[in-house]
């Protein structure tokens, strides 16, 4: 799909729906047009969703970890977060298990390493997806939510989701 590509309505709304978004935001009247979104003003819509987390190079852990905890919370799953006094590096837990995590801009950490141990201490049926964009970008963005509704989405709208999200590695 082209950055020009238009995304149908009804695609649109079940994306959004899945993403926690129900009522029209001011992006969402500010872009939408009768058939659907650009694929470019799409993305301004989406990533109002409680369940994407952006996360820009400067961005510090503590808060970072504190948006993964409330989205993760809304989805059911309880994660902890044990940080040192500089908010910088410690530990999350969850489901019994227990993952160190650091990230320090300035030693040129990858907030990749950050999502990859969260994953490894929450439930199995719980996945983040990653944005295309991530390589190579001074920022990340990440999306989270139950496999199951990952599955449903990637079956209304693989190709559209394909182009904000893709499976990590």
Same mark, same amino acid.
Not at 20 to 25: F, M, N
Not at 79 to 107: C, H
């Given at each position: 799909?082209?950055?020009?590509?238009?995304?149908?309505?009804?695609?649109?709304?079940?994306?959004?729906?899945?993403?926690?978004?129900?009522?029209?935001?001011?992006?969402?009247?500010?872009? &939408?047009?009768?058939?659907?979104?650009? +694929?470019?003003?799409? $993305?301004?819509?989406?990533? %109002? !969703? /409680?369940?994407?987390?952006?996360?820009?190079?400067?961005?510090?852990?503590?808060?970072?970890?504190?948006?993964?905890?409330?989205?993760?919370?809304?989805?059911?799953?309880?994660?902890?977060?044990?940080?040192?006094?500089?908010?910088?590096?410690?530990?999350?837990?969850?489901?019994?298990?227990?993952?160190?995590?650091?990230?320090?801009?300035?030693?040129?950490?990858?907030?990749?390493? &950050?999502?990859?141990?969260?994953?490894? +201490?929450?439930?199995? $049926?719980?996945?983040?997806? %990653? !944005? /295309?964009?991530?390589?190579?970008?001074?920022?990340?963005?990440?999306?989270?939510?139950?496999?199951?509704?990952?599955?449903?989405?990637?079956?209304?709208?693989?190709?559209?989701?394909?182009?904000?999200?893709?499976?990590?590695?």
């Amino acid at each position: 799909m082209d950055a020009n590509h238009r995304i149908p309505i009804d695609t649109a709304h079940a994306i959004l729906a899945t993403f926690g978004i129900t009522k029209p935001t001011r992006a969402y009247e500010r872009y &939408v047009k009768s058939d659907g979104f650009e +694929v470019n003003d799409f $993305s301004e819509v989406l990533f %109002e !969703s /409680p369940f994407i987390i952006n996360v820009d190079w400067r961005g510090w852990l503590q808060e970072e970890l504190e948006t993964i905890a409330t989205a993760l919370e809304t989805l059911g799953q309880s994660l902890s977060v044990n940080l040192d006094e500089d908010g910088n590096q410690g530990s999350v837990e969850a489901n019994g298990r227990k993952a160190m995590v650091k990230y320090v801009p300035n030693d040129e950490d990858d907030f990749d390493a &950050v999502v990859k141990a969260v994953r490894t +201490v929450i439930s199995p $049926s719980i996945e983040f997806r %990653e !944005s /295309p964009g991530n390589r190579g970008s001074d920022s990340w963005t990440y999306a989270v939510l139950p496999k199951d509704e990952w599955a449903e989405l990637q079956n209304v709208a693989g190709p559209v989701l394909s182009y904000f999200f893709v499976p990590m590695v």
